[in-house]
């Protein structure tokens, strides 16, 4: 059974802070990583891919991937209570039959 | 625009009735997805279909069918021999299949059972 944990929340951090959020996943041949994020009562909705080692910045947001440890993080810059969510991980691997496996997610808090 | 209707929004249903669930894009995209989400969970796949006139059952497909009629629609039936139908359904599609395409999502439909 393919994992993908996300396991450190409910994370609350100050207006303007740094928010990191961490995902582990367990199928080593895993090539495309993805975070979405959900308001309560809403459909997720895509902010981050990323498919190789290394650090994806778009805006406030980064991706950093490293494959080696087999984890996938996503760190928010100066958080905004308009980003207090819950931020769902997904993986997949490469293959005929691959699928897309997500984490439980982590919901996260920006206090004003 | 672009995207992915779903209805209805809100759904009842009595105990031992059937309930179909609509989905339609616009998206042009090939593969559509049904995904259930219970409180404090993630998203658990039920069905996929990567082409018209065929579809595979995901993790969690019993007590649910599906059709893959037209490109466009997938529609899910939550059926009576579903335990625990109560949950909030999520279609989504992607442009290629489900290994390297990030999937778009509809609103979503929240499904009561009483």
């Known amino acids: 059974q393919k994992e993908v944990e996300q396991n450190s929340g409910p994370l609350s951090v100050p207006e303007g802070a740094i928010a990191s959020l961490n995902c582990t996943y367990s199928d080593r041949v895993s090539q495309s990583f993805f975070w979405y994020r959900q308001y309560s009562g809403k459909s ?28 996938v993080s996503l760190l928010i810059r100066d958080s905004q209570p308009s980003d207090s969510a819950t931020y769902l991980c997904a993986v997949t691997s490469t293959g005929a039959n691959s699928k897309l496996t997500f984490g439980k997610g982590i919901t996260l808090s920006v206090r004003p | 625009d672009g995207g992915i209707t779903q209805s209805p929004k809100y759904l009842f249903r009595k105990e ?45 497909a019993e007590g649910y069918s599906v059709s893959r ?40 439909t929240r499904l009561t059972v009483t």
């Open chain 1, 44 to 71: 997720p909705e895509l902010i981050m891919s990323i498919y190789s080692n290394g650090d994806k910045e778009d805006g406030r947001f980064t991706a950093q991937l490293n494959k080696a440890s087999q984890y």
């Open chain 2, 16 to 60: 031992g009735q059937n309930v179909t669930l609509s989905c339609e894009q616009n998206l042009n995209h090939d593969a559509m997805y049904w995904y259930r989400q219970d409180p404090g969970q993630g998203l658990r796949l039920i069905y996929y279909s990567q082409i018209v006139n065929d579809f595979q059952k995901g993790d969690i």
């Open chain 2, 69 to 108: 009629e037209k490109k466009e629609s997938f529609p899910l039936t939550v059926t009576s021999a579903q335990k625990n139908p109560t949950a909030f359904y999520l279609c989504a599609s992607s442009k290629g299949p489900q290994g390297g395409s990030p999937l778009h999502f509809g609103n979503g």
